[in-house]
């Protein structure tokens, strides 16, 4: 199916910059919406940003105005420019991506996880 890959992560201290990238490979037909969410310890996976196809953008108020999602589609990767970075940001990010791909000659719908990429902002 489609298989995620997420980079970039790392340890930063409190008002600096890091920029995730995620890219999408495997067998699809189309990749509709991409999104970043993000997982602290020992709370759930909450939603900081999705970008469709066609750019409409969304983004989780506690980071607006601060983290920019992009995606370049010709090479089926999305990006999370973070800014302004607070410690509360620390979480394991994850990209995920939906779309449709050909199984069996039938076009079928994905939603697809990567692993993950740890970011730390200390203060």
């Known amino acids: 199916q489609v298989q995620l890959v997420e980079s970039g992560g790392g340890l930063v201290q409190a008002g600096g910059s890091l920029r995730l990238s995620c890219v999408a490979s495997?067998?699809?037909?189309?990749?509709?919406?991409m999104g970043w969410y993000r997982q602290a310890p020992g709370k759930q996976r909450d939603l900081v940003a999705t970008?469709?196809?066609?750019?409409?953008?969304d983004y989780a108020d506690s980071v607006k105005g601060r983290f920019t999602i992009s995606r370049d589609n010709a090479k089926n990767t999305v990006y999370l420019q973070m800014n302004s970075l607070k410690p509360e940001d620390t979480a394991v990010y994850y990209c995920?991506?939906?779309?449709?791909?050909?199984?069996?000659?039938?076009?079928?719908?994905?939603?697809?996880w990567g692993q993950g990429t740890q970011v730390t902002v200390s203060s």
């Open positions: 995920n991506a939906d779309g449709t791909y050909w199984r069996e000659f039938r076009l079928t719908n994905f939603a697809s």
């Open positions: 495997g067998r699809f037909a189309s990749i509709n919406r």
């Open positions: 970008i469709t196809s066609g750019g409409t953008t």
